[in-house]
């Protein structure tokens, strides 16, 4: 099921980084009182009692020398293009603004619900304060405070109520997704033409001409499978010109509805940091995972050169040392339709479930030729584990004290487990219980 996207939109310095920070639970954004710190666009997930989604801090949009009321029209228009419910923030004690009256303007322009927050409402007393802000047009103001965290409950409930309806979303679990993610400008439309075996992409030289989700459905040797590409036109406006950062939300999106992520990187240029940020999206969303080196046809190489590269990815994506790898070239289709094997077998792997009695000889066995860690004279006994999930598989670890279940003592299960099962491709989650 795909999350819901939230975004918070309002003008500078109304505390939309604390909001941010208050619905995730963590400090990721930078709040300092002064107007437009936020430099960078943050995405991150979130949860409020049964609903998952992705919230987006529109304030870290970094527009460069574009005049105030630009800047605000740029955060608004990416909220509108991207968001399912978007939070109009506003400030309390500064009551309307014409910068609030321009956003409202903006807003009104989209069919997407519009829930509408009053932002440093301190105390019962400050209530009164919200009263003007009825004129903006979008029913009641709910009334918060991002310091002292009041009145976020009821703001959620009103965001979670305008979520679309799951049951509309009907997947077949016979097609495979995959989605291609990756820096602008690797080749991620090139390679959906040569998997497809046609021009069914828009392709340009021009870094971030990609814009619009397609869907495209396709058979390879009695597969189904559904390619999740960022493909289309780029809409026209500076607002998709901050390629490097835009690309991080189209990822979320795409790795969202995914069973397999195709990690695109550009053999040409190497490795560079954005590809680790968004391959982190993918690992920590659960799903099956590959890196696929592009323009490999371009690159000067000798018998050595793969596997240089190789180890580079294995340095720079430890967190990903399960995925494979593969080289191909969408210019010249060199080792492209091969990709659909390994997507295949990623998918299984990430479905595949483990009969419970054999899990425990295979455990059993990791337990016996590595004993379990002490502490203080307290040894970490386990007593039985059964798999709960699949995609990603996921397995309960029922022992006697869950504290002395070291990272490193978990990590050496979880390669136990991959050298009996495989799980090529996908992260497997080893979840630590005590036995009731």
Request: glycine fraction near 6%; charged fraction near 30%; hydrophobic fraction near 40%.
């Amino acid at each position: 099921m795909t999350k819901p996207t939230v975004a918070i939109v309002g003008r500078p310095n109304v505390g939309k980084s604390t909001i941010f920070n208050r619905i995730v639970g963590e400090r990721i954004s930078i709040v300092e009182d002064v107007s437009g710190v936020t430099r960078d666009r943050i995405y991150s997930s979130a949860d409020w009692l049964a609903h998952e989604f992705n919230l987006i801090d529109t304030g870290g949009i970094d527009i460069g020398d574009e005049p105030f009321l630009e800047q605000i029209r740029l955060q608004a228009e990416i909220a509108i293009d991207e968001a399912d419910v978007i939070i109009f923030l506003t400030n309390g004690r500064d009551g309307v603004t014409d910068a609030d009256e321009q956003v409202a303007k903006m807003l009104y322009k989209t069919k997407k619900p519009i829930v509408l927050a009053v932002n440093k409402i301190d105390n019962p007393d400050m209530r009164e304060m919200i009263y003007d802000f009825y004129s903006l047009g979008f029913g009641d103001p709910y009334p918060i405070s991002g310091s002292h965290g009041i009145g976020l409950g009821d703001l959620l409930d009103a965001v979670a109520a305008s979520f679309p309806d799951p049951s509309e979303e009907q997947e077949d679990d016979d097609v495979i997704r995959f989605s291609l993610i990756g820096r602008p400008n690797v080749g991620k439309s090139s390679l959906v033409n040569a998997l497809l075996g046609e021009e069914r992409v828009i392709v340009s030289d021009v870094a971030g001409t990609t814009r619009d989700a397609i869907d495209t459905s396709y058979e390879y040797e009695g597969q189904k499978y559904k390619i999740i590409d960022t493909a289309g036109m780029r809409k026209k406006g500076k607002v998709y010109e901050s390629t490097e950062k835009y690309s991080v939300l189209r990822a979320l999106k795409a790795i969202d509805r995914s069973d397999v992520v195709l990690i695109v990187l550009n053999g040409e240029e190497g490795l560079r940091e954005q590809d680790k940020r968004i391959a982190g999206y993918a690992e920590e969303a659960g799903k099956g995972v590959m890196f696929v080196v592009n323009k490999w046809d371009a690159v000067e190489k000798d018998e050595k050169t793969m596997n240089r590269f190789t180890e580079d990815i294995r340095k720079e994506f430890q967190f990903l040392e399960y995925a494979p790898v593969a080289y191909v070239s969408a210019k010249t289709k060199q080792r492209v339709r091969t990709l659909f094997d390994t997507i295949k077998l990623i998918s299984e792997n990430h479905a595949l479930r483990i009969q419970s009695s054999v899990l425990n000889e295979v455990i059993e066995d990791a337990v016996a030729r590595n004993p379990a860690p002490s502490d203080k004279g307290r040894r970490l006994r386990i007593y039985y584990v059964t798999q709960v999930a699949v995609k990603p598989p996921a397995f309960v670890v029922f022992v006697n004290e869950p504290e002395l279940m070291h990272f490193s003592y978990e990590r050496f299960l979880q390669n136990r487990l991959r050298e009996a099962f495989g799980f090529e491709g996908t992260p497997i989650r080893l979840i630590t219980r005590a036995r009731s």
